[in-house]
């Protein structure tokens, strides 16, 4: 199994980046997928998920700011970030799980066995 993310920048301050994840290795529509960040000197954070069917869950720091999709064809996830704001600045990750349960979480790190490696993300004021 692999995950490849990619599409990380420079932006100014509330501009967009829109961040993908490719996959492998994994039948396409029964894993989750989840978005995660860590800033310099900071833990891991969990940001967003998406179940094999489209259910979306989002943290409250990203929440109506960022959308989560996948394509279950492509065997992708897109992680559009609007409004972006300095805070915003790390390195964002994907990675995914096979799930035994109905919806996802993103803020359980260690339930997430499969990573990505990650792409940095730039928002200057």
């Known amino acids: 199994v692999q995950l490849q993310a990619s599409g990380g920048g420079l932006v100014q301050a509330g501009g967009s980046l829109r961040l993908s994840c490719a996959v492998s290795?994994?039948?396409?529509?029964?894993?989750?997928i989840g978005w995660f960040r860590q800033a310099p000197g900071k833990e891991r954070e969990g940001l967003s998920c998406?179940?094999?069917?489209?259910?979306?869950y989002y943290s409250e720091s990203v929440k109506g700011r960022f959308t989560i999709s996948r394509d279950n064809v492509e065997n992708t996830s897109d992680l559009q970030m609007n409004s972006l704001k300095p805070e915003d600045t790390a390195v964002y990750y994907c990675?995914?799980?096979?799930?035994?349960?109905?919806?996802?979480?993103?803020?359980?790190?260690?339930?997430?066995?499969?990573w990505g490696q990650g792409t940095l993300v730039t928002v200057s004021s």
């Open positions: 998406i179940t094999g069917s489209g259910r979306t």
């Open positions: 990675a995914a799980y096979i799930p035994s349960l109905p919806g996802c979480h993103y803020a359980d790190i260690d339930e997430y066995r499969f």
């Open positions: 290795g994994f039948a396409a529509d029964y894993y989750v």
